[in-house]
């Protein structure tokens, strides 16, 4: 099978992380897979060089850009793709137009709760968990800014210029053509035993990705600033006889605000912000602890980071987050820093506990996220999007 994967942030995130490896395991598995991205992502212009995923690039391919659109068709149609799956809302436009101009089936997947009208025309959607399609077709799809969208003058020309129909389409009929695609990842998560050294003294709680107020770092904070305040007259925030060091991995627009919040408590000695690394592995290895707290979170890769790592974490019950973890690990309400912090206590004093849930964890992501099962719930969503197709 010939698939064309489309995503055209400029970024890197999940999404990105995600969908380049299921572009290697398709190959792997005698596909021929192609990425079609943002010239400017040099992040992910790295990373498909590294896993040997060809890929094509265009400035800016977002929804309202002709040429793109034009290059993107042609390339389906040189390379004979017999699948498009597209990537975060604006590849989805492209990818529905070349898909109608070409006749070839366009697999769309979701990975976050903002709402997106075109999402509606795709012959399939594929979402990261059972919480963000609930939201979709429960909510968002019955909602009063999808049952009115009107494209502006600018997409309505385009529609025309390819000849592309958009219009709404019973919920009931979205319902029928959607399905579950969760994330993946490459093996090099596990079985790895690269670890930023000199912290070995220090009892280790550790948090990656985006430094944002909705990634919930500022809850740690705080945390860490309840458990320095139980302890009687100590300069140092302790747990198991050691002093505790947070570690945040990752940067953002909430960097500066974390740590003016961190002068103010008087943590400085005992937060560490590391800003953004190109490998996150050696960071969660040193972690004692691994802390996911985003309030409403999809799905959230760095869970899976964490469990194939044998990390004991704590994440919010809320979102796609319980379907990640089942029964293993702590899960907390979010937005709680009494919460966190207590059940930062609750492992600390029991070692014996902490090691059993980075056990089920990881045996939970082997059987659960492997690479190979994805590959093969996402195969079987590329039939179901082609007899749609042909219908």
């Avoid at 192609?34 to 040099?42: D, E």
């Avoid at 990842?185 to 003294?201: A, C, Q, R």
């Avoid at 899976?304 to 019950?317: G, H, Q, R, T, V």
Wanted: aromatic share 12%; hydrophobic share 40%.
């Amino acid at each position: 099978m010939n698939i064309i994967h489309i995503i055209s942030s400029k970024g890197w995130g999940g999404a990105e992380n995600s969908a380049a490896y299921l572009a290697k395991s398709q190959i792997k598995q005698g596909n021929k897979a192609y990425f079609f991205i943002h010239s400017l992502n040099r992040k992910m212009i790295n990373v498909l060089n590294s896993v040997n995923v060809p890929y094509f690039a265009a400035f800016d391919p977002e929804r309202k850009n002709v040429f793109a659109i034009k290059k993107l068709i042609n390339l389906c149609y040189r390379l004979k793709i017999d699948i498009i799956h597209t990537h975060l809302a604006t590849g989805c436009y492209i990818g529905l137009i070349a898909g109608n101009s070409l006749g070839i089936p366009v697999v769309s997947r979701i990975n976050t709760y903002c709402g997106y009208p075109y999402y509606a025309a795709a012959d399939r959607l594929l979402f990261v968990s059972e919480d963000l399609k609930n939201y979709f077709i429960k909510d968002y799809f019955n909602s009063q800014s999808f049952i009115n969208y009107n494209p502006d003058i600018v997409e309505k020309t385009i529609n025309r210029l390819f000849n592309f129909k958009f219009g709404h389409i019973y919920v009931q009929e979205i319902n029928s053509k959607s399905g579950i695609a969760q994330d993946t990842l490459p093996d090099v998560f596990s079985d790895n035993d690269k670890k930023i050294n000199g912290y070995e003294g220090f009892f280790n709680i550790g948090i990656t990705g985006r430094v944002t107020v909705e990634k919930g770092q500022h809850y740690l904070i705080e945390a860490l600033d309840l458990i320095k305040k139980e302890n009687d007259k100590t300069a140092l925030p302790s747990l198991a006889g050691k002093p505790v060091m947070l570690h945040i991995v990752g940067n953002g627009n909430n960097e500066k605000n974390l740590v003016k919040a961190v002068a103010v408590k008087k943590l400085q000695n005992s937060v560490k912000f590391w800003g953004y690394q190109n490998d996150v592995r050696p960071f969660i290895n040193m972690f004692d602890i691994a802390v996911s707290y985003t309030s409403k979170e999809p799905f959230g890769i760095n869970n899976l980071e964490y469990m194939l790592m044998k990390k004991p974490c704590i994440a919010p019950n809320s979102g796609g987050v319980p379907e990640i973890y089942g029964d293993t690990n702590i899960l907390i309400e979010p937005e709680n820093p009494y919460a966190l912090k207590e059940s930062i206590k609750l492992y600390a004093n029991d070692p014996d506990f902490m090691a059993l849930e980075a056990d089920k964890g990881f045996d939970r992501a082997k059987n659960f996220f492997s690479s190979e099962k994805i590959y093969n719930e996402t195969m079987k969503e590329y039939m179901f999007a082609t007899a749609v197709k042909q219908k």
